[in-house]
């Protein structure tokens, strides 16, 4: 598997900041000078952001630039998203990174610890749509600016967050009943809820020379199409050791992959093509379709064939 790209390292720090015990303040909906802010560029693209002249915003406050279509975000939804960052100094204004840079959307789930301008500019948006949030520094209490300061980030200056809502997470996990496999040599539990599969791979069994893609929960989502970014959460094991090589669950959160493009290793591409949105999908993946005689990183040993348990949880149509 291809290491997923860093996201924007001060985005959860920025968002987080208003956790504090005293928790953050309550933004105005005041908008100069913020409203002659400037944000152009195609819709899932990276936005180009033009600030007005002279010293930056000191009140919080967020503006729609796209409507969007479908459900709205609400309260305790975990959004999808692509976001872009400026530090607003009155200087350069510099930009601070952005998702579209690092090659993978981020997930953001919104609830109260989020600053509230930022909770307001989420709440009845809809998939497609744009919005900006200034969060200034009336966001945050004198506690969440010296902890955040303390941590390497200046909240003094106002932070611009550029948002294209891509959609929601229905869950972190495959729902439903799930089928028994046929793949002999290899267990899966299912525990239920959004809690990760138990795959094992220990077996004297021999490994396919073919590939096996069997789905052990079907989703209701519509199909995956080839050209689509997956949002998936995924364990990998070798088949007959055991050996995790890499897994989602272990590092907290789902993760995106473009497929059927070659971005990632044939035998994903092959086997989660076609496979519906919500479904579990049971994985064994010969070296032909892997990483071959070269194998890759320490765990994967040449010609070692790879079992992976993947739920897939989203696709959506994206830029590469």
């Not at 789930?109 to 200034?136: C, E, H, M, N, T």
């Not at 590939?211 to 689509?228: F, R």
């Not at 194998?295 to 010609?303: L, N, S, T, V």
Request: hydrophobic share 40%; glycine share 12%; with cysteine.
């Amino acid at each position: 598997m291809r290491r997923r790209l860093a996201v924007l390292a001060a985005v959860p720090l920025l968002f987080a900041a208003a956790c504090g015990s005293e928790g953050g303040k309550s933004a105005t909906s005041a908008s100069a000078p913020a409203g002659d802010i400037t944000v152009t560029g195609a819709a899932n693209a990276k936005p180009t952001v033009k600030f007005p002249a002279g010293a930056p915003a000191k009140t919080s406050t967020s503006k729609v630039i796209t409507e969007g279509q479908g459900t709205p975000v609400k309260m305790g939804d975990t959004v999808v998203t692509n976001m872009t960052l400026y530090t607003w100094d009155g200087k350069t204004n510099a930009p601070g990174g952005s998702t579209y840079d690092a090659g993978s959307p981020e997930l953001v789930p919104l609830s109260a610890q989020l600053p509230k301008v930022i909770q307001d500019a989420f709440v009845g948006a809809k998939p497609g749509g744009r919005f900006y949030a200034v969060v200034a520094p009336d966001s945050y209490s004198k506690k969440d600016l010296d902890q955040a300061k303390a941590q390497g980030a200046d909240l003094s200056m106002a932070q611009v967050f550029v948002v294209d809502v891509i959609g929601t997470a229905k869950s972190m996990a495959a729902q439903g009943a799930a089928v028994k496999h046929k793949l002999k040599g290899v267990d899966l539990e299912h525990p239920g809820g959004d809690k990760a599969p138990k795959l094992t791979t220990k077996t004297k069994e021999k490994a396919p020379k073919e590939l096996v893609a069997e789905t052990v929960i079907k989703g209701d989502g519509p199909a995956v199409k080839s050209g689509e970014t997956i949002m998936v959460q995924y364990t990998g094991k070798i088949w007959g050791s055991d050996t995790e090589f890499d897994s989602s669950w272990t590092r907290g959160k789902p993760v995106f992959f473009q497929i059927g493009t070659g971005k990632v290793i044939k035998g994903w591409d092959q086997g989660l093509v076609g496979v519906p949105v919500g479904s579990r999908v049971l994985l064994s993946i010969p070296p032909d379709l892997g990483y071959g005689k070269s194998g890759q990183g320490d765990k994967i040993k040449g010609d070692s064939t790879l079992v992976f348990a993947v739920d897939v949880l989203g696709a959506y149509n994206l830029p590469a």
